[in-house]
T-cell receptor
Framework: SQQGEEDPQALSIQEGENATMNCSYK?????LQWYRQNSGRGLVHLIL?????REKHSGRLRVTLDTSKKSSSLLITASRAADTASYFC????????????FGSGTQLTVLP | DGGITQSPKYLFRKEGQNVTLSCEQN?????MYWYRQDPGQGLRLIYY???????QKGDIAEGYSVSREKKESFPLTVTSAQKNPTAFYLC?????????????FGPGTRLTVL
């Protein structure tokens, strides 16, 4: 069963603009992770945010977590064509620190 | 180079045949996972293994089997009992014994049933 759901399903922006993707989840979590997948490739871990954190930065990435709303957002600033990919949120399955459940992803297209 | 490898990259199977997908990691990770991904969808967990000689069913284990005889290897067999096996299969690993575990993914195997 999928815990996280991303919104929007697809997003198309111009190079240089910011891209925001949202993730909602259902049960209490101790962390939430974001992954990136280029077409036909494996996933790459981007960032992990713990439940006691509200915001985290990594380069051009900014992740927020609102545990009261059970939601997270991923912001990519000053997007580049190379950011074109699918982005997934993932959260631990209740009772398991190592099992993750993945959302259905947001397909981001950055136009040059 | 440390990493996780999968082979083959593309695999074609005739209906009724069993096929085995390879997954190897040299990251010294305890935990390994197999996921299935259908077009435009997220990942669904097939099987996972916390340690050698132990594995657990995920959400969609029916028609699949695994083994974990060595820490670095976690092969997945797609059996003829899997009615719709055409998909992209991803293997992942993570460090055991921690509360927060990012997963490292292989490049995937695309299986097509002819």
């Amino acid at each position: 069963s999928q815990q996280g759901e991303e919104d929007p399903q697809a997003l198309s922006i111009q190079e240089g603009e910011n891209a925001t993707m949202n993730c909602s989840y259902k049960t209490s979590i101790n962390n939430l992770q974001w992954y990136r997948q280029n077409s036909g490739r494996g996933l790459v871990h981007l960032i992990l945010i713990r439940s006691n954190e509200r915001e985290k930065h990594s380069g051009r990435l900014r992740v927020t977590l609102d545990t009261s709303k059970k939601s997270s957002s991923l912001l990519i600033t000053a997007s580049r064509a190379a950011d074109t990919a699918s982005y997934f949120c993932a959260s631990p399955i209740s009772g398991s620190a190592r099992q993750l459940t993945f959302g259905s992803g947001t397909q981001l297209t950055v136009l040059p | 180079d440390g990493g996780i490898t999968q082979s083959p990259k593309y695999l074609f199977r005739k209906e009724g045949q069993n096929v085995t997908l390879s997954c190897e990691q040299n990251l010294n990770h305890d935990a390994m996972y197999w996921y299935r991904q259908d077009p435009g969808q997220g990942l669904r967990l097939i099987y996972y293994s916390q340690i050698v000689n132990d594995f657990q069913k995920g959400d969609i284990a029916e028609g699949y089997s695994v083994s974990r005889e060595k820490k670095e290897s976690f092969p997945l067999t797609v059996t003829s009992a899997q009615k719709n096996p055409t998909a992209f299969y991803l293997c992942a690993s993570s460090i055991g014994g921690m509360d927060y575990n990012e997963q490292f993914f292989g490049p995937g195997t695309r299986l097509t049933v002819l």
